[in-house]
């Protein structure tokens, strides 16, 4: 059955059931923990769950990234997390089209992330952007999408992802 929910800014009250959300979809709890340690952290600069029928059923994180020199607005995607029951029904697609259009209307320049080639193509990620930042995370999984034309030429500048993400290594 297609998404029909909406899409909405995180709210406090949906932070256990968020989490849940993300510990189903990932099957273990690392990436609830990764959720839990950017909120403390203050590093989230835009958390997105999905609802049906005011519940969760997805959830999407975009946190700041540190880049040297700071010239640039980087925002990393991670995680992306959809119920188990509710996966391949356009909702992961529809977090993520979200996100990226609030990162660039909160004047963010790219966003960058890890996770399969193949599907991120759909949404204009590509590892020849990501060419512009050294990173821990550079390798064949890192990607960027420029959200502002020209903002990823230039470099390479220095990418530091939120300490949080240490929680994953």
Known sequence: MPFTGEIAAFRPDWGQAADRVVTAAFGRPDEARLVEALRAEDAAALELVATEDGVPVGHALFSRCAVEPATTRVAALAPVAVSPTRQNAG???????????????????????????????????????????????????????????????????????????????
């Open 91 to 169: 909702i992961g697609s529809a977090l993520i089209r979200e996100g990226l259009a609030r990162c660039k209307a909160a004047g963010f320049d790219a966003v960058v992330l890890l996770g399969d080639p193949a599907y991120y193509r759909r949404f204009g990620f590509t590892r020849g952007a990501a060419r512009a930042f050294d990173c821990v995370y550079s390798g064949p999984a890192f990607q960027a999408l420029e959200l502002r034309q020209g903002a990823l030429s230039g470099g390479p500048w220095r990418l530091s992802y939120p300490r949080a993400f240490e929680v994953l290594e």
